[in-house]
Nanobody
Framework: QMQLVESGGGLVQAGASLRLSCVAS????????VGWFRQAPGKDREFLAA????????RYSDSVKGRFTISRDNAKNTVYLQMNNLKPEDTAVYHC????????????????????WGQGTQVTVSS
């Protein structure tokens, strides 16, 4: 299991930006597909974005496409989520996830496909 630690969350006003970071332990980070999910109180986990090992391909949910950008720096074992034009409905705990690309090379939207999860970072957007 890879350990993932998120940071960068906080309380912001609507329209603001935040950049989340997720640092992974271990030397296998560059072989993993990584992504971001979020979970708001009383709601199911929601897929946000995923990125391939090299960073050459990404996938986004319709709810964040055009506002959020996922990127990674394999030299730093880090994946980022740049969030712009935040809305109150973006309020949630944000988790980064990782899975082995050897099992499946797909940018899955199903959280059950990801074997590693971080503890999460809270993002609160006020109106």
């Amino acid at each position: 299991q890879m350990q993932l630690v998120e940071s960068g969350g906080g309380l912001v006003q609507a329209g603001a930006s935040l950049r989340l970071s997720c640092v992974a332990s271990g030397r296998a980070f560059s072989s993993r597909i990584v992504g971001w999910f979020r979970q708001a109180p009383g709601k199911d986990r929601e897929f946000l974005a995923a990125i391939t090992r090299s960073g050459s391909s990404t996938r986004y949910s319709d709810s964040v496409k055009g506002r959020f950008t996922i990127s990674r720096d394999n030299a730093k074992n880090t994946v980022y989520l740049q969030m712009n034009n935040l809305k109150p409905e973006d309020t949630a705990v944000y988790h980064c996830v990782a899975k082995s690309s050897l099992l499946s090379p797909n940018l899955d939207t199903d959280y059950g496909r990801y074997g590693s999860w971080g503890q999460g970072t809270q993002v609160t957007v006020s109106s």
